[in-house]
């Protein structure tokens, strides 16, 4: 497919692969901050790839992964009232709360509607005056322009039916918060370019500089991954801490002005709570004053609602490149899509439930290793 | 009934195809300690539907306690009985999508060849076909009898008859259009015994040609998703494809080469690989390179983060054969237009029984597990 197989080259990837093994003189632990990058990695066994000192770990950057239970918990609540349309986004609906999901929740008669584009739910809510429709507004800073958006089309058109349930997360200060941390291991950071392509990197630089720590802004296809190790690696071996740009090809330092100015007039950034790792100040969006009648926390009565997450979870310590999906005793027995212990094992990009997708629950240790039986690629 | 299967997925609203239950391993400790199987939902929900996990559940511990016997007990997209001499193949599959009309096909055309294709699997000619139709309110019936007719050009072109039916019609609201249940009856004529536990280490994986049409068709038309030219189902009658290749091998051989052939409907090719691999205790090696997939499924499924190879298909079969007759059966099919893009796209392996693993394109390697549920879209 143009514009993707290009990225996806296996004679490309080898000879990345080679360049990396030619480079790379001591091991490195280097961080891939988003979950869709985590996907890829897992989907197309990019770490099996790489030489045995370069450790890829996996960081926090799943959105369904970090949204507080006790926020799932918010939605759920929402979404059993009978006035209510309650839409999300598609992979919200099977993260379990305390009790069950949203499929269940719609199996016993509350209505619940995936959307692809957030403005989906002005249409919803014009086509059911009478219903409250709700939408879980939740992610990193790449949703949150379309997110946005629906708040301020719904403000400016009158729509006064719709509400989001807003859960946004920030990337630079949860980097920091890791880096900070006296248990990391982190050198070097594949930063996350969906984000960016939204924000841009320049506040990535001053996390670099003072951390002397290369951040290299890397797309998601096999090769864009492969291209930003090398691209980290060949930061490490020379000494250097910078912020670079793999993703040229989506991305510039300035980011999209139109969508920040857009984000900046309907949220502000206030503290927030991550599943796994708990509250990060100034981390999140929350709706500005102004949109206070189109904020769902504010009109549904679920300010009391608190959730503890059960101790044997090492999420935490996943989300911060501590630990790996396989070091914990519950992963793919106790602990698995179905019923999910913690914040990595909920959503398809949280490096617990990639790992399990892919199958490496299953997996002894003889599979553990690429094998090319059926002859070279073409 | 050898196949048993949850029926509607009114949300994804697919067809729904065999789910073979007894294949699928729930590696979760929540089952394998109790003696009484536990159904952990309260209510049935759309996951139950998907072919996944949650069907194999609803499957081992709901209708199979109820039913046990040792034809149903196999699992099979159809059961084979023994009826004086006479091997018959039998199936039957209820249809619930929506729309009902869609590129390449209709929900007639569906039920007819969605049971052809379950009796084709076996080896078997079809023969007899039965329709049970569920109609709401309101439904126009000019849209009925398109539907009708349809399926009578589908039964035709099978050279089967449908000789007995039935009709319900429900209050609106309590049905979607037209449900339909198709049951059909085949004879099985040739010394063959195809079956998914009968994969062996060194046979080659025949795929029969695009994946994913059929879901993404679906889907786009569903969702009012607009891609650069249109997808269509590729809803077919394998039968004749399926006699193409028996033929193909010829008398020769005391074994017969051709040793499993599935359908890869919901649950796609992975989940089809998967009911091989853990029937026949034998390992799956596919080579992703290899998989043939249409440039404008890839895109759909790129957008909406799916993985085609669990998208659902309607005129695609996938064959295990002996590798001594790999290259006649493949020339057999690419002599079919059914067939025409038929390639290899792996072998049974010896190694990791009862999983199937892929080659990646960037030359690394994963495991295609089964779905636990549906597919959902991804965030971002």
């Known amino acids: 497919m143009k514009y993707l197989d290009e990225y996806r080259d296996g004679r490309v990837a080898r000879k990345i692969v080679d360049e990396i093994r030619r480079v790379q003189t001591k091991p490195w632990v280097i961080m891939e901050v988003c979950g869709g990058q985590t996907h890829s990695i897992v989907k197309n066994g990019i770490d099996y790839l790489l030489p045995q000192g370069v450790e890829l770990v996996h960081g926090p950057g799943c959105p369904v992964c970090v949204t507080p239970l006790e926020m799932i918990d918010k ?99 949860a980097l920091e918060a890791i880096l900070a941390s006296p248990q990391n291991r982190v050198q070097g950071f594949l930063g996350p370019g969906h984000v960016c392509a939204v924000m841009g990197y320049e506040e990535y630089e001053p996390i670099s500089a003072r951390f002397r720590v290369p951040i290299v802004i890397t797309g998601f296809e096999p090769l864009d991954i492969l291209q930003g190790t090398l691209m980290t690696i060949r930061q490490l071996e020379t000494e250097r801490a910078e912020v670079e740009n793999e993703y040229s090809r989506i991305l510039d330092r300035a980011g999209n002005r139109t969508a920040q100015k857009l984000v900046s007039e309907v949220f502000e950034v206030g503290d927030r709570k991550w599943r796994g790792i708990g509250m990060i100040p100034q981390s999140g969006y929350r709706l500005r004053e102004e949109f206070r009648e189109h904020d769902a926390e504010k009109l549904f009565d679920v300010a009391r609602i608190d959730t503890r997450e059960p101790e044997i979870c090492i999420s935490g310590e996943i989300l911060r490149g501590i630990k790996k999906p396989k070091d914990c005793p519950a992963f793919g027995t106790l602990c698995n899509p179905q019923h999910p212990l913690g914040a990595t094992m909920v959503s398809a990009e949280g490096a617990c439930a990639a790992y399990y997708a892919y199958g490496r629950h299953l997996q002894r240790d003889e599979v553990d290793v690429p094998v090319h039986s059926l002859g070279g690629a073409a | 009934m050898a196949s048993l299967e949850s029926t509607a997925n009114p ?306 079969l996938v064959a295990i054969v002996a590798p001594e007759a790999a290259d006649s059966i493949l020339q057999a099919m690419h002599n079919h237009p059914f067939g025409q893009h038929a390639v290899i796209v792996g072998e049974v392996v010896s190694e990791h029984p009862g999983m199937v693993r892929m080659e990646t394109g960037v030359g690394g390697t994963r495991i295609l597990d089964v779905m636990f549920g549906e597919q959902l879209p991804r965030i971002c």
């Open chain 2, 11 to 316: 949300d994804s609203k697919e067809h729904a195809a065999k789910a073979d239950a007894g294949t699928v391993a729930i590696p979760s400790p929540f089952f394998g300690s109790c003696p009484l199987p536990i159904f952990e939902h309260k209510n049935i929900v759309l996951g139950h539907g998907s072919g996944g996990k949650l069907t194999a559940e609803l499957i081992d511990q709901i209708f199979l306690p109820a039913f046990a016997n040792p034809i149903l007990d196999r699992l099979d997209d159809q059961a084979v009985v023994e009826i004086n001499g006479a091997r018959l193949a039998f199936t039957t599959d209820s249809f619930v999508v929506t729309p009902i009309f869609f590129p390449g096909g209709d929900i007639g055309q569906l039920a007819i060849n969605g049971t052809v294709n379950d009796l084709a699997m076996s080896g078997a000619r079809p023969l007899y076909l039965s329709a049970a139709f569920i109609l709401e309110e309101g439904l126009a019936a000019q849209d009925l009898r398109r539907v009708v007719e349809s399926m009578g050009a589908a039964t035709r072109t099978a050279g089967a008859q449908l000789v007995t039916g039935d009709t319900k019609v429900v209050n609106r609201g309590k049905g979607d259009q037209v449900f339909i249940t198709t049951t059909g009856i085949g004879v099985i004529e040739r010394p063959v015994n195809i079956s998914a536990s009968r994969a062996h280490a060194g046979d080659k994986i025949i795929l029969s040609g695009y994946i994913g049409d059929h879901g993404m068709a679906i889907m786009s038309q569903r969702e009012n998703l607009e891609f650069e030219g249109a997808i269509e189902s590729d809803c077919a009658p394998l039968h004749q494809l399926v006699a193409a290749m028996l033929d193909a091998c010829g008398d020769q051989h005391s074994e017969h080469p051709i040793h499993c052939l599935r359908d890869p409907t919901r649950g796609g090719v992975a989940t089809t690989l998967n009911e091989i691999a853990s029937k026949s205790r034998a390992g799956m090696l596919i080579r992703e390179e290899l998989l043939p997939v249409r440039e404008s499924v890839k895109g759909a499924c790129e957008i909406l983060g799916l993985d085609p190879l669990y998208v659902a298909n309607e005129g695609k």
């Open chain 1, 75 to 173: 939605a759920h609540a929402i979404a059993r009232r009978p006035d209510v349309i309650f839409c999300s986004f598609g992979d919200m609906l099977r993260v379990p709360g305390s009790e069950g999901d949203l499929f269940t929740i719609k199996s016993e008669g509350g209505d619940v509607r995936v959307v692809y584009s957030p403005l989906d739910c002005l249409k919803i809510a014009r086509a059911n005056p009478e219903k409250k429709v709700v939408f879980f507004a939740i992610g990193f800073e790449t949703t949150a322009p379309a997110n946005a958006m629906l708040a301020w089309r719904a403000l400016q058109e009158g729509v006064k039916n719709i509400s989001l349930l807003v859960s946004h997360v920030l990337v630079p200060p």
